[in-house]
């Protein structure tokens, strides 16, 4: 696939084969906001736990106004410290818009009629600890439970060997060995059978070593990097969650970005990239799909298609796993908008593995689970020349002695792309929140008409300087402006609201100033009954005054009625006639 998108902005070259540190991803973002001064400004969230900045790029044209008036889509990357893909797709994302916009018709329509708040990288100091460390975390730094974690005995995953990556240790054992040497290929560790007696077998470890090492058995120690930011929103929060914080949004970065979204009610939609897996997980988390309002339902898979049709990957509930008090959460059930968390990075999907997929199959056989395996092992050695995994290497264990180190790269192989293959994963996935985002409701004063009062306008007329205005405020957009059922359950979807402002030349004699018309449905809702028997959306209502001109010699300006409507969601829009 060729996207042409790699480029100099700048005298920085942003290339998509290879993951950003902290310092040239902020390099890179610097790079394109002074590139584009109009159409994109750096801002944060606020701080991370070790003081780093969390990035926030605001994107819109500024001279079709401020991103505050228009309906906007929030995009989020890497809240899990490894899972840097997600912060490549954001950078992908802001480029691919930029650089597009005046050139393609899809970018240009969108940077002048949405607005984007792209943070591409949430956690910055997790991240870093990823990409400059042999250490693996979920996301950040900050010692959890407590730094007692530190001192307690047991496996501590490090680098041994020195080739930058913690990887697998296995240790011969006949007796109480695990598993064994598949006879396909010898790579391959396969579960001893129930009945399995004739060995060799292995016991299976992280590399590492035992902290207060007394002999055997010894446990294999927790990360001490136990939080979850993704854990941590205010929603569903239970101390139960692993990784979920002493209370929710107790993890500045969590809470930096429900403050965020918070002071910009215009959001009305949300992404977030993790790594991996190559799904898009959705609501509802703590109920299944058939208790989610029909509605509310039908319009988030209608949401989620388009992002499989992009990318291939399927949409999945969260409502499976533990997934409960994570941002999409929150979105949905407090902020009544919809969201996608996108598993970047179908590994098995790559290597052929149709009939098996990362999250699906319930209990795969031991045979199945080999099959797969095999075939990911034969895509390694074909696109990789076998360079994702490290041959069992013998190693001298200074307390196991004799072991062997060897196996997959986690990083960059199992949880992300390898860098030759980033660039792939993140055009067609930055895709994704651009339908999103054009799908938003959208107001559109349509027309502002005036009429004479000598001239007709159902006797409304009493003499030529009375004329009645009106005006019809409709929502363009696929969603409808209160976007879902769950935002009018929870109150909050604030009416659509008309305003009319007079020049110093008219007097206002009927009508209301300002005018709340309730919610305008969008051309989604125009589609239930399919083609037969349907019936238009109610996406349009018409306001009316009555003006009075007091000086049919004064500027035109003076004599002017400009007609306001607004609405969380769906926008400012502003539609201004002359009278007289
Ligand atoms: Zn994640």
């Not at 460390?133 to 530190?150: I, K, N, Q």
């Not at 927790?222 to 107790?250: A, C, H, I, V």
Request: glycine content about 10%; hydrophobic content about 35%; some cysteine.
């Amino acid at each position: 696939m060729s996207t042409n998108v790699g480029n100099n902005v700048g005298n920085v070259e942003l290339s998509f084969d290879r993951y950003l540190k902290y310092d040239e991803l902020g390099a890179a973002l610097r790079a394109l906001v002074e590139a584009h001064p109009t159409m994109a400004e750096l801002g944060t969230t606020g701080c991370s736990y070790e003081g780093r900045d969390i990035w926030v790029v605001t994107l819109t044209n500024r001279s079709t106004g401020p991103a505050a008036d228009k309906p906007a889509m929030y995009v989020d990357g890497n809240m899990h410290a490894g899972e840097v893909t997600g912060s490549m797709v954001c950078l992908y994302l802001i480029n691919y818009l930029l650089s597009r916009y005046g050139r393609d018709e899809e970018a240009t329509w969108l940077l002048d009629h949405r607005a984007f708040y792209v943070c591409p990288r949430v956690n910055p100091d997790g991240a870093e600890k990823y990409l400059t460390t042999p250490f693996m975390l979920r996301s950040s730094v900050r010692p959890y439970p407590g730094p007692e974690v530190a001192d307690m005995p047991g496996l501590v995953a490090q680098d041994l060997d020195g080739d930058g990556l913690i990887r697998q240790m296995r240790v011969r054992d006949d007796g109480r060995g695990e598993w064994k040497i598949s006879v396909r290929d010898a790579r391959l560790l396969v579960p001893r059978l129930p009945d399995d007696r004739h060995g060799p077998f292995y016991r299976l470890y992280p590399e590492g070593l035992i902290k207060d090492y007394h002999g055997e058995p010894f446990p294999i120690r927790e990360s001490q990097w136990g939080l979850d930011m993704n854990r941590n929103f205010p929603s569903n929060w239970s101390q139960k969650l692993r990784g979920g914080g002493p209370y929710p949004t107790s993890e500045p970065e969590v809470r930096h970005i429900v403050d965020f979204i918070l002071a910009h009610p215009n959001i009305g939609g949300l992404q977030a990239f993790h790594t991996s897996g190559g799904i898009i997980f959705r609501s509802p988390y703590v109920y299944p799909d058939e208790q989610m309002d029909g509605y509310d339902f039908a319009t988030l898979k209608s949401l989620a298609r388009r992002g499989t049709d992009l990318t291939g990957y399927p949409d999945v509930s969260s409502y499976s796993g533990p997934y409960a008090a994570t941002i999409v959460d929150w979105a949905y059930e407090h902020r009544g908008i919809f969201g996608f968390t996108t598993e970047l990075w179908d590994l098995m999907g790559r290597a052929g593995v149709k009939d098996m997929d990362y999250y699906g199959k319930p209990n795969p056989s031991p045979a199945e689970t080999e099959a797969a395996n095999l075939k990911v092992l034969e895509w390694n050695d074909r696109e990789l020349a076998g360079q994702g995994f490290k041959e069992w290497t013998v190693f001298q264990h200074p307390q196991l002695g004799l072991v062997e180190i060897g196996g997959w790269d986690p990083k960059f192989v199992r949880q992300n792309p390898p860098p030759k293959l980033l660039e792939q994963e993140c055009h067609k996935n930055a895709l994704f929140p651009l339908k999103h985002a054009a799908a938003l409701p959208e107001l559109a004063v349509e027309q502002v008409e005036v009429r004479c009062g000598a001239s007709g306008s159902g006797g409304l007329g009493i003499d030529d300087a009375v004329f009645a205005v009106e005006a019809v405020v409709a929502n363009h957009g696929y969603l409808a402006t209160n976007i879902s059922k769950k935002a009018l359950d929870i109150k909050g979807a604030p009416a659509v609201r008309v305003q009319v402002k007079l020049g110093p030349a008219l007097s206002l004699l009927a009508g209301e100033t300002v005018q709340d018309i309730g919610q305008l449905q969008g051309f989604r809702d125009g589609q239930g009954g399919g083609m037969w028997g349907t019936a238009p959306a109610h996406s349009a209502a018409r306001c009316g005054w009555v003006v009075r001109l007091l000086d049919p010699t004064a500027p035109p300006e003076d004599r002017s009625i400009s007609v306001e409507a607004r609405q969380e969601k769906g926008g400012v829009v502003r539609s201004t006639v002359v009278v007289g």
